[in-house]
C-alpha cells in the first residue's frame, strides 16, 4: 500500500474539489442568467405630459351631434394625439366616479386602443362628478419629472359640481394648465337608453332632455388658466389646443422605455467554470505530474468568441432604428440576430414590438411566445405574457387573450394594466357566450315547434271530477278570502315607493 500511495498527495485532492466545487458554483450564476436593464436604450423627447379627462356619463350618449357626444369626443381625441407625437398621453374615465384608464405614456397606439372601448359600461356609478376627474388627473402626473403638465377634460358639463372651479384654481396654482372642451348642444337632445331602446324620463315620468352646460366648462377653463372650446369640428378643435399648449413654454426632455434592451452576464461566469473544470480535469493527485492546464486555458481564451456578440450588436442596430421608427430595418435586424442565436429572448421579444406597431397582432404573439419560451428573466417574460395579451385582445382571439393576461399577473400580481385588461376580455367573453346561448336556445325551439307541431294545438278540456258539495264549499272559501282582502286594502293609506334617482 505504500508503494501504491507514495506519489498520492491529499493537498492536490483538495485542490481538484475546491475547483470542482467553485465551477459548478459558477456554471449555476450561468444558469441563472444574470442580467441588468440597458439603460441607453431609454428614448429621449422633448414633449409635454397631457392629461385627458373623458366624461363617458349616459348624458354623453345623447345624439344631438351625431352619431354621438361620446363617438365625437373620442375622434377629438384621436386627433389630439395625432398632434401630439412628442407628448406623453394619459387617459381618465369618469362619469359618477373618476378611474384612470391609462398612466402617461409615448405608447399612443395603445392610448387610441384604450379610448376606442370607452363606453359608460366602464364606470358603475352615473352623474358627471368634474372634480374628482381632475382630482384623478393630478394624481397621475409624477411630481418629479420637470415637465409642463396640462388636463384636457372633454364633458357635456351637465352637472354643476361646486368643487370642479376650486380644484380647478387649485390646479393652477400647481402650474398645471386645464382646458374644456364642451361637447352638445344648447337644445339638447334625449338620451335613449341602450337596454331598452326608450328614452330616459325622470321621476315624473317626462322625457330628459340633456342640455350642453356651457358657463360650468368656461369657468372650469378660466379657473385653470386655459380655455374652453365649443365642439364643431375635431381637426380644428385639435389645432386650437395645439396651439395653446405650445404657448406654455419651452418643452422638456422626458424619457420613456418602449421596449426591452439588457445586458447580459451568463457568458462571464460560464467561461470562468469551463476554465476551473479544465484545470481540475488536467490537475494531477501525484507530487510531482506535469500537468497541461496552462496550455488548455489559452486554448480556451482563444476559441471562446461566442456568437452571441455578433447577435447582440444586431439587437443594438434593431433598438437604434426602433428609436427613429425605422420599422423595417429593425424588424430586419432583430431576425437577423434570430437567425444567429434563435433562442435570443431579447431579439424576439423586441421583434414582436416591431411587428404590432406594424399592425401584425399574431405575428407579434408568435415572437413574444419564442421570448417566453427562451428567457429566465421574470420581468422580460412578465412583459411578454402582456403584450402577448394585447395582441390576442386586437384580434379578438378573446381565450388565448385571458391566458396570457393571467400568466403576466402570476408574474407580477401588481400589474393594474393586465388586472384591468383582464376584466374586459372576460367580460366580453361572457357577453358573447350569452348571445351564442340565447341564439342556440331560439334555434332549439324553431326545431322543436316544426318537429311536434300537434304540441302548438289547443288541448281539449277534460271533464271536471269535482263534486257540487266540494265546488260550493271552495267557492264559500274564496269569497270569504277575497272579503278579508278587501277589508285589508281599505285600511291601508301608505304611498308608493318613490322611483330611483338621476341615473344619467
Known amino acids: 500500500m505504500k508503494e501504491l500511495t507514495s506519489q498520492y498527495s491529499p493537498r492536490k485532492f483538495r485542490i481538484k474539489f475546491l475547483l470542482f466545487c467553485t465551477a459548478f458554483f459558477l456554471c449555476v450564476l450561468a444558469v441563472a442568467g444574470l442580467a441588468e436593464p440597458d439603460g441607453t436604450q431609454k428614448i429621449n423627447r422633448k414633449g409635454s405630459d397631457i392629461m385627458i379627462a373623458l366624461d363617458v356619463s349616459k348624458s354623453m350618449l345623447a345624439s344631438d351631434i351625431r352619431p354621438s357626444r361620446l363617438e365625437r369626443a373620442k375622434q377629438t381625441i384621436s386627433r389630439i394625439i395625432e398632434n401630439s407625437p412628442n ?58 419629472q420637470k415637465t409642463y403638465k396640462s388636463i384636457v377634460l372633454i364633458s357635456d ?33 334625449p338620451i335613449k337608453d341602450e337596454e331598452t331602446g326608450q328614452y330616459k324620463t325622470d321621476q315624473q315620468g317626462e322625457t330628459v332632455i340633456s342640455k350642453l352646460n356651457e358657463e360650468e366648462l368656461n369657468n372650469i377653463a378660466q379657473a385653470g388658466n386655459g380655455i374652453y372650446m365649443l365642439f364643431s369640428n375635431s381637426d380644428q378643435v385639435a389645432k386650437q389646443l395645439k396651439e395653446k399648449l405650445s404657448g406654455m413654454g419651452t418643452e422638456t426632455v422626458v424619457s420613456d422605455s418602449s421596449f426591452a434592451s439588457f445586458k447580459q452576464y451568463y457568458q462571464y461566469f460560464l467561461l470562468a467554470g469551463l476554465i476551473f473544470i479544465l484545470i481540475e480535469f488536467f490537475l494531477s493527485e501525484k507530487r510531482k505530474a506535469i500537468t497541461g492546464a496552462a496550455v488548455m486555458v489559452f486554448i480556451m481564451m482563444v476559441f471562446a468568441s461566442p456568437s452571441y456578440a455578433q447577435s447582440n450588436g444586431l439587437v443594438s442596430k434593431g433598438n ?114 350569452k348571445k351564442e346561448d340565447k341564439n342556440e336556445d331560439k334555434d332549439q325551439n324553431k326545431n322543436k315547434q316544426t318537429q311536434d307541431p300537434q304540441k302548438n294545438q289547443e288541448q281539449k278540456p277534460q271533464p271536471s271530477r269535482i263534486t257540487k258539495q266540494d265546488a260550493e264549499e271552495k267557492l264559500k272559501a274564496l269569497q270569504e278570502k277575497e272579503k278579508q282582502l278587501q277589508d285589508k286594502l281599505h285600511k291601508i293609506k301608505g304611498v308608493a315607493p318613490e322611483k330611483p334617482g338621476k341615473d344619467w
Do not use: W
Not at 111 to 129: E, F, H, R
Open 320 to 433: 437604434k432604428a426602433f428609436n427613429e421608427n425605422k420599422l423595417d430595418e429593425a424588424e430586419n435586424n432583430y431576425r437577423e440576430a434570430l437567425k444567429i442565436s434563435e433562442n435570443d429572448a431579447t431579439a424576439s421579444y423586441n421583434l414582436g414590438n416591431v411587428l404590432y406597431r406594424k399592425e401584425k397582432p399574431e405575428e407579434a404573439a408568435a415572437a413574444y411566445e419564442n421570448s417566453i419560451q427562451n428567457t429566465t428573466d421574470l420581468s422580460l417574460k412578465q412583459m411578454a405574457f402582456y403584450n402577448k395579451g394585447v395582441a390576442y385582445q386586437k384580434v379578438n382571439k378573446l381565450p388565448e387573450c385571458i391566458i396570457a393576461y393571467k400568466n403576466a399577473l402570476l408574474l407580477n400580481p401588481d400589474d393594474e394594466d393586465a388586472r384591468q385588461n383582464l376584466q374586459r376580455a372576460l367580460k366580453k367573453q361572457d357577453e358573447q357566450k
Open 87 to 144: 407628448d406623453r398621453i394619459g387617459l381618465v374615465l369618469f362619469a359618477g366616479r373618476a378611474y384612470l384608464q391609462m398612466p402617461l405614456t409615448f405608447d399612443h397606439a395603445s392610448a387610441k386602443m384604450y379610448l376606442a372601448a370607452a363606453s359608460p359600461d366602464d364606470i358603475p356609478t352615473q352623474g358627471t362628478v368634474i372634480s374628482q376627474a381632475l382630482k384623478m388627473s393630478f394624481a397621475a402626473f409624477d411630481p418629479k
Open 157 to 189: 358639463g351637465e352637472d354643476h359640481d361646486d368643487e370642479a372651479i376650486k380644484m380647478a384654481k387649485t390646479l393652477a396654482e400647481q402650474g398645471i394648465m386645464i382646458n374644456t372642451i364642451g361637447i352638445g348642444s344648447a337644445g339638447g337632445a
